[in-house]
């Protein structure tokens, strides 16, 4: 399901769906047409059972933001609170007695909000061009909440773009001194175990795209140790398509971290397969093909 918490927006769908809603809204698309588009775009996300509730959810908050919240979506949120269709699959994937009342509350907070129309819709933003933070190749480090450093590598850095994304790797780096530029070369890209309906767990490579408005903001302290040289081409519209927060670089490490033996899985991704092309690249995908055999992707 890719939650990392019990909000309306703490799953990687509403992170998806919400950029693409409002993509399309920016651009001028009226909102049944987006939302017809997207239904017909993510036909998959429906049809799931573990995705179709964040699905309906994400675009009735994208509705409801633009006072355009259709009658039919209201009722499928009302019928997905009331019925605690959701409740019951946080249940099914093992959700902790604590987590269960926080999303209870927090749905049954959202149905009462939406239940209500919007005083004012949400205003069309012009779109400006910006730069990524950070430039392709450049080696980051942070620290975690037990203070050791953590490393994260720039796979890409758009420029006069919309958003001014930034594709950013998290790799296995974790050491209480400054890691260097070495440490990077040698550095392998982190996987984190995401649970499946059916209770298995398969991994999932931590890559994302961060958006360059939302840096000022964040709660985390970034820095440059290096860079890299990395051959690859990356585009948001194709390649790795989730977007995130930079706050949940440390976020999703103080996690994976916290419970390694939950959470640790046997894949070894070098970090610099993704960064060559050439000969590099033949030995990447018949490594990946090795991980989706073994792990039945």
Same mark, same amino acid.
Request: glycine share 2%; charged share 35%.
């Given at each position: 399901m890719g939650s990392w918490g019990t909000g309306i927006s703490?799953?990687?769908?509403?992170?998806d769906i919400n950029y693409k809603f409002f993509e399309l809204y920016n651009e001028g698309m009226e909102v049944s047409a987006i939302?017809?588009?997207?239904?017909?775009?993510?036909?998959?996300?429906?049809?799931?059972?573990?995705?179709?509730?964040?699905?309906?959810?994400?675009?009735?908050?994208?509705?409801?933001?633009?006072?355009?919240?259709?009658?039919?979506?209201y009722n499928q949120i009302e019928d997905i609170v009331k019925s605690e269709k959701d409740i019951e699959l946080w249940k099914e994937l093992d959700a902790? !007695?604590?987590?269960?009342?926080?999303?209870? $509350? %927090?749905?049954?907070?959202?149905?009462? +909000?939406?239940?209500?129309?919007?005083?004012?819709?949400r205003k069309r933003k012009v779109k400006k061009k910006r730069d990524a933070i950070f430039q392709k190749?450049?080696?980051?480090?942070?620290?975690?909440?037990d203070g050791d450093f953590c490393g994260a590598f720039v796979l890409e850095s758009e420029k006069e773009s919309e958003f001014g994304l930034n594709?950013?790797?998290?790799?296995?780096?974790?050491?209480?001194?400054?890691?260097?530029?070495q440490d990077f070369k040698?550095?392998?890209?982190?996987?984190?175990l995401q649970q499946q309906i059916n209770k298995e767990f398969k991994p999932k490579e931590k890559i994302s795209w961060y958006y360059?408005?939302?840096? !000022?903001?964040?709660?985390?302290?970034?820095? $440059? %140790?290096?860079?890299?040289?990395?051959? +690859?081409?990356?585009?948001?519209?194709?390649?790795?398509?989730?977007?995130s927060n930079w706050d949940n670089?440390?976020?999703?490490?103080?996690?994976?971290?916290?419970?390694?033996?939950?959470?640790?899985?046997?894949?070894?991704?070098?970090?610099?397969?993704?960064?060559?092309?050439?000969?590099?690249?033949?030995g990447y995908v018949s490594l990946w093909q090795r991980v989706k055999t073994k792990f039945n992707l």
């Open positions: 703490s799953n990687d769908i509403y992170e939302t017809e588009r997207l239904i017909k775009e993510n036909k998959e996300l429906i049809d799931s059972h573990e995705d179709q509730n964040n699905f309906w959810i994400t675009i009735a908050k994208s509705q409801w933001e633009c006072k355009a919240l259709d009658p039919k979506i902790s !007695k604590s987590d269960l009342t926080k999303r209870r $509350k %927090v749905l049954e907070n959202f149905l009462e +909000k939406i239940s209500t129309e919007k005083k004012t819709a190749g450049d080696c980051l480090i942070f620290k975690l909440s594709l950013v790797a998290v790799t296995n780096i974790k050491k209480s001194d400054k890691p260097t530029e040698n550095a392998k890209i982190l996987f984190g360059a408005q939302h840096y !000022k903001k964040a709660e985390i302290e970034i820095e $440059k %140790v290096g860079q890299l040289e990395v051959d +690859k081409s990356y585009s948001s519209s194709r390649h790795y398509q989730s977007f670089l440390k976020l999703f490490q103080d996690n994976y971290y916290s419970d390694l033996a939950k959470n640790e899985c046997d894949v070894n991704v070098p970090l610099k397969s993704l960064r060559k092309n050439t000969s590099n690249d033949i």
